[in-house]
């Protein structure tokens, strides 16, 4: 078979160590200070059949695409997220009070041949839109690959960039053998009909197969519900959802109420980055968390839960819509908050 999963080598990290030369000697290539960042110090893997052996918890994937997002209609963007995120996660001091051994960096999926693909579609055309789609299966396919290894060696996958299309392949892998609960931070509940694939039904797609079991939202915005979701959900008893409340966000409720309904030994974590608010991303809003409420979510989630989430998946954020470093700053804190 052939791997859609290009792995990050030791020449990958050097181009994210800073050349922060001794300003006292001009001409030598001396180091200013004995500092190490996590481009330096961080865990790789040369062989995705040896994942077992790493010591990290963590295993920290992207996916640079944002397929899902055009065939759902929304603004592309999402497809930077990863290059962003690296330039500023790798750039983090490695020290006694911030250790890296907790991660390991492996790769991203492969996707330019498919982005190129894509790239002269135009999604306001049915017969465009529909290649799109099929785009997505096939990215989907990639996607649970590289997460059955991750599943294989017990580690936690934490998935950075793209749309929240990749939710639907990274359920399947994990809700195959035992339909897996999920918590999903999001302004959207991604519930639209299971007709094609795109970034807005893929939790739609692994109920109705049977991966995913108990459903639960944090911070819906009910303005975006359409009467099907609300008959969909008010008839479910495995799916319910938080609605975003603008005059006084209670995580320690939220969360309480989303660990209810969900099996917290066995769960996935979805954070939307539309969820916050003016963030830049493939629906952006002014209506939202904000940024430290989406950290404090996140946290007390892993905090109270009884297991740490099967896997992480951050999605939606685009760059391109920010000021230099916005998204890749944020997506890094997201990341090394985890414990």
């Known amino acids: 078979m052939k791997s859609h999963f290009e792995l990050f080598t030791r020449e990958n990290l050097d181009q994210y160590v800073s050349k922060r030369f001794d300003l006292n000697e001009e001409g030598v290539s001396e180091l200013e200070d004995t500092s190490r960042t996590y481009a330096q110090e961080i865990e790789i893997s040369d062989d995705l059949e040896n994942l077992a052996d790493l010591k ?17 209609l929304g603004r592309a963007g999402a497809s930077e997220a990863w290059s962003s995120f690296l330039n500023s996660f790798l750039g983090l001091q490695n020290t006694s009070l911030n250790a890296v ?72 892998a994990f809700g195959y053998t035992r339909p897996i609960d999920c918590i999903n931070i999001d302004a959207h509940t991604d ?60 995580v320690n409720a939220e969360v309480k109420m989303a660990l209810q309904h969900i099996d917290s030994d066995y769960f996935a974590l979805e954070v939307d980055m539309d969820a916050v608010a003016n963030f830049p991303s493939s629906a952006q809003s002014p209506v939202g968390y904000s940024f430290q409420e989406m950290r ?17 998946h951050i999605c939606e954020a685009a760059p391109k819509y920010g000021y230099p470093n916005q998204v890749g700053k944020a997506l890094a804190t997201l990341v090394n908050d985890l414990p």
């Open 56 to 72: 990290a918890t963590y295993i920290i994937i992207g996916i640079p695409e944002d397929i899902g997002v055009r065939a759902n």
């Open 101 to 172: 051994n907790r991660f390991c960096v492996l790769g991203n999926v492969i996707t330019e041949d498919l982005m190129s693909r894509a790239a002269g579609l135009d999604s306001s055309l049915h017969d465009n839109r529909i290649q799109l789609s099929h785009l997505v299966q096939v990215l989907d396919q990639r996607v649970s690959e590289i997460a059955l290894k991750i599943i294989e060696a017990g580690k936690i996958p934490v998935v950075i960039g793209g749309g929240h299309n990749n939710c639907y392949p990274l359920l399947r």
């Open 191 to 250: 519930l639209r009909a299971a007709k094609g694939r795109h970034s807005g039904n893929g939790f739609s797609h692994a109920i109705q197969e049977g991966y995913l079991k108990s459903y639960f939202m944090i911070g819906i915005q009910e303005n975006y519900l359409s009467q099907p979701m609300i008959d969909l959900i008010s008839k479910n008893d495995v799916i319910d959802y938080s609605k975003f409340n603008h005059q006084y966000v209670d």
């Open 296 to 312: 404090n979510l996140i946290n007390e989630i892993i905090k109270q839960s009884n297991r740490l989430p099967r896997y992480i």
